[in-house]
């Protein structure tokens, strides 16, 4: 007997649809680009596993607590459009530091991929891996992509991470958010197409909002 069975409808359909509401708070992969939704500023920055170069676990929310930082989820090593806003933010690095900043990039890739992505794009900022999509289900920015996308990604050379329920490949839109030293975001900038980025001069300007709004 289901354990709902014996509750009156109203009752039923009450707790139905609170676990339709808990699900989403968790954030769970979005079926396409266009239909994830970051989360938005005036949103508590949530907490999330991570893995540094070294493949060791990290806490999201230990390596921001106290500190301003703009996290930037990003798709890879592999995508040239990823790879030129991590180098153009890396530029401005100095300027976002002198505002008391620090940079973080969340990539769908494996540890591995890290180091290298670093060292081809002059990127001297952390770079932490969301493989298991933790962070990006719960900054609602992942998507899935279904098994039959990975042998067209394969014959270019790219290795789609699995999504972490085994039903085919996940990524995130590479979104770009402000947080401050209380763990509250401040902006949000997000675009399902992934030829389109925040400049980093308009990135700058914003964490120069952000700051002066303290």
Known sequence: MDECSHLPMKLSRTLFVASLVASAAFGALAP???????LASGAKAPDAAVLNTDGSSAKLSSLIAGKPTILIFFRGGWCPFCSRHLAAVGEHELDLRALGYQIIGLSAEGPE???????????RYRLVSDKAADAAQAYHVGYRLSPDRGPAYKENGIELTPAPDGDGFWL?????FIVDRHG???FVYSNADPSIRISADELVAEAKKAADAK
Do not use: Q
């Open 32 to 38: 396409s680009p266009e239909a994830a939704k970051p």
């Open 184 to 186: 509250v975001i401040r």
């Open 113 to 123: 991929k890290l180091t290298p992505t670093a060292e081809a794009n002059h990127v």
């Open 172 to 176: 995130p839109v590479p979104t770009a």
